[in-house]
């Protein structure tokens, strides 16, 4: 990468403050940009959810991984859960979503407090391991509650054989005018495929594991037994490891990322966050094989407001990023991230990965209850996790005395509505436009690959009216 006109501005910018110059280019079509990240960790798309409570769980894990990413689960999650989580994701079809499942006894109610848990929507009904009808949404409408299942589902549903070609997939479904249905081997119900499902398991290929299993990743932490948490995460088949603090570079988290080392083997190790050159180098030593780039630019953070620490995004990374590619390791972009541009420009600085948090929390897949706000809009909540909200279940079994000395300590917000985007609401929504977006900055800057967007970018600084000037107007002026 390199500024525009060759000089390095003199302040620190976020991605705001930039934007990337288009260049001469050979590449023809975005479907000719391979995104498969550098940083070997097994994505093929650059998107990595962050560890945060109220949004990575199960779903998001399985959803990600089905569409290139990762979803690191938390810290916070005790060990015998995160392997149960692990070992379900792991079990999940690489193509085909996961089914929600009733009997014709259960209730409208129980499969309308289901269908908000999958992007799909629609329940399958189970009879003895047999697939004998299907509920949606639309059917439940106007109905009792308390009706069964046997009621309103439509009998004798479509059913996709497993292993048919997906475009015939797609004309099927169109054909038949559903959007979603079972897909069955023999009488085994194997999972369930959407049109939009069909389309986006032709451009995107899932992120797995040695095995072919959907890649899993878990965060620990640098407190207690740090050596004996990863040994017992990685027992449990957690195929990337993220020893997480908020900040990195101090010593005790520098032992913490040796301690894991130790043990990790040829499992990846991610550390951060850190905001310099000098941190990167050290997490690096320490045995790093990727360095978590960010402090402060979380949409959920309060750390710079609070203590003034930090530091502006894209300058963090371009830095970070440029001494961890001297020393043969790479970076994530941790935070900041808003729009598929700043996606686009956390690459063109040198990240091998974005992860996002808040922005993914209002979606069907982000671990938060869904709740509506009394006007007909659904939303999540999502916290900081150092809030007090996340500070408290993190301090559950310590005493009273040091819960609540730990809780004067805060540095997030505990309590967000995240509302979900009526015509976006699943987490593979997002991703379509951040995919899209940063396939074509890709073509723009003549860039095949995530590494030719690094060397080929020219980046420009802009005034807030610039950036404005960018931005689309939903109405007129």
């Known amino acids: 990468m390199r500024f525009l006109g060759g000089n390095r501005p003199a302040t620190d910018l976020t991605y705001a403050d930039v934007f990337m110059v288009p260049g001469h280019s050979t590449v023809g079509s975005r479907l000719e940009v391979d995104l498969t990240t550098p940083d070997r960790v097994g994505t093929t798309i650059p998107v990595v959810v962050a560890n945060m409570t109220a949004i990575s769980g199960r779903r998001m894990a399985e959803t990600m991984a089905r569409r290139g990413g990762l979803a690191v689960l938390p810290q916070d999650i005790p060990v015998d859960v995160v392997a149960e989580v692990v070992s379900w994701v792991h079990a999940r079809h690489p193509v085909y979503d996961t089914a929600i499942t009733l009997g014709p006894t259960s209730t409208v109610g129980e499969a309308l407090s289901l269908m908000a848990k999958r992007a799909h929507g629609i329940v399958v009904v189970v009879e003895d391991g047999a697939v004998v009808g299907v509920v949606t949404d639309g059917a439940c409408r106007g109905v009792d509650r308390f009706s069964q299942l046997s009621q309103v589902m439509a009998e004798h549903p479509l059913t996709i054989p497993a292993g048919t070609d997906l475009p015939k997939v797609f004309d099927v479904l169109s054909g038949e005018r559903v959007s979603a249905a079972p897909v069955v081997e023999g009488e085994r119900l194997v999972g369930v495929v959407t049109r939009k499902g069909a389309l986006r398991s032709t451009l995107y290929t899932p992120a797995v594991n040695a095995t072919g299993q959907l890649l899993t990743s878990a965060a620990v932490g640098i407190n207690g037994d740090v050596a004996g948490k990863a040994t017992a995460l990685l027992a449990a088949g957690v195929d990337v490891l993220v020893v997480d603090t908020a900040h990195g570079h101090q010593e005790k988290a520098v032992e913490a990322v040796r301690a894991v080392r130790a043990v990790a083997g040829s ?101 938060g209850d869904i709740h509506d706000d009394g006007n007909g809009r659904l939303y999540k909540e999502s916290f900081g996790m150092a809030s007090a909200r996340a500070v408290k279940a993190r301090t559950a079994a310590q005493s009273g005395f040091e819960r609540a000395r730990a809780g004067l300590f805060e540095e997030g917000i505990s309590s967000s509505r995240m509302y979900l985007d009526p015509d976006r609401p699943g987490v593979e929504d997002l991703l379509d436009g951040i995919v899209a977006g940063v396939r074509s900055s890709c073509t723009y800057a003549g860039a095949r690959t995530i590494d030719e967007l690094h060397e080929r970018a020219v980046v420009g600084v802009q005034s807030a009216a610039g950036y404005e000037e960018g931005r689309p107007l939903p109405t007129s002026w």
């Open 267 to 367: 499992t990846p190790v991610v550390a951060g966050n850190v905001v310099t050159a000098e941190g990167t180098r050290d997490l690096v030593e320490a045995g790093a094989d990727v360095v978590k780039v960010g402090v402060g630019p979380g949409a959920m953070c309060t750390t710079r407001m609070m203590t003034g620490v930090g530091r502006p995004q894209f300058s963090a990374v371009e830095e970070c990023a440029a001494e961890a590619r001297r020393l043969g390791r790479h970076v994530w972009a941790d935070g900041g991230v808003r729009h598929p541009r700043d996606v686009a420009l956390a690459l063109a600085a040198g990240a091998a990965n974005v992860m996002v948090g808040s922005w993914f929390a209002g979606t069907y897949e982000s671990a």
